[in-house]
């Protein structure tokens, strides 16, 4: 290499699978009506330490990849996780994936949630069952992002950008480790922007 012309490399790279479901047309006008029903017979489930009162069953009914309304929407994340982990280089040959935890976010005017990750469980992954015009997106930030004193860009770039926003799409299904740091932002539009999250883990096959 010519010491004078340096080289740039990025390092550990954060992946985030995005995957427009086939078909999610059919599968969320069944998801939708589970919704509906959802709404009206479980409590929201919100935790204590949120700052917002978004309706959520991670704290009421966390199991919903048990329900057969969500079994396609299952195998279909752990098709995704699986082409995930093959990516990333997972002997995925000696393991299966298990679904932990399953739960719906329905975000309308105000509503946000903090920074956090799923940091016990190798995969976390998001769909979108409903995105209106101007839903909240989706925050993205870097693991190094309080690690170190940064100026004032003049530019924000990938080479220096500390967190990434996603656009919310209906039947978008996002895919990445359990580490990753997000949040979304608050919402600005009264329509309900409603997110399905689900949890899992690598389990050997035969164990």
Partial sequence: MNESSPK??????TVVQMTLIEGHQALNADLNREFDRIRRETPNGRPQAWSSEVYTTIGSDY???????FARLAD??????TRYGQTLDYPMERYGIHID????????HGHSQERHTHINYVFGGIYYLKAPTGASKLVV???TADAVLVPDYAERTDLNTS??????????????QGNLRHGVKASEIPAERVSISMNANLVQRGA
Avoid: D
């Fill in 8 to 13: 740039f490399q990025l390092l550990f790279p």
């Fill in 163 to 176: 967190f990434v926003e996603i656009e919310p799409k209906e039947g978008i299904m996002l895919i990445f």
């Fill in 141 to 143: 930030h870097s693991p």
């Fill in 63 to 69: 199991l919903l990849h048990q329900r057969p309304a």
């Fill in 76 to 81: 279909l994340f752990v098709e995704q996780a």
């Fill in 101 to 108: 935890m399953c739960w719906l976010n329905a975000y309308t």
